[in-house]
Nanobody, 125 residues
Framework: QVQLVEHGGGLVQAGGSLRLSCAAS????????MGWFRQAPGKEREFVAS????????YYADSVKGRFTISRDNAKSTVTLQMVNLKPEDTAVYYC??????????????????WGQGTQVTVSS
């Protein structure tokens, strides 16, 4: 089993940037599709981005396309979400997720078996 720990959340003004990272341990990192999801208060968890095993394919929710970039470093067992031009509606707890059987484009959170504890991102207007 893989364990995931997110870092990098915080408070930022609208238009600002944040970089989230997720460190994995306990598994063969390169065998997992990795994803980022977020959940705002009172809302369901939603897909943000995902990346294939080697990092050659990436997928994004329409709401973040062009502003967020997902990447991975298999040598360091990390996946990163670079966020720029942040908006107040990006405020949420952001979760890193992993699964060995998911498609790289999988946006259904129920298809991911492993989750981090989440990190809060707050964007002020």
């Amino acid at each position: 089993q893989v364990q995931l720990v997110e870092h990098g959340g915080g408070l930022v003004q609208a238009g600002g940037s944040l970089r989230l990272s997720c460190a994995a341990s306990g598994g063969t990192f390169s065998s997992y599709v990795m994803g980022w999801f977020r959940q705002a208060p009172g809302k369901e968890r939603e897909f943000v981005a995902s990346i294939s095993w080697t990092g050659t394919r990436t997928y994004y929710a329409d709401s973040v396309k062009g502003r967020f970039t997902i990447s991975r470093d298999n040598a360091k067992s990390t996946v990163t979400l670079q966020m720029v031009n942040l908006k107040p509606e990006d405020t949420a707890v952001y979760y890193c997720a992993a699964d060995r059987r998911a498609s790289p484009s999988e946006s259904d959170s129920r298809k991911y078996d492993y989750w981090g504890q989440g990190t809060q991102v707050t964007v002020s207007s």
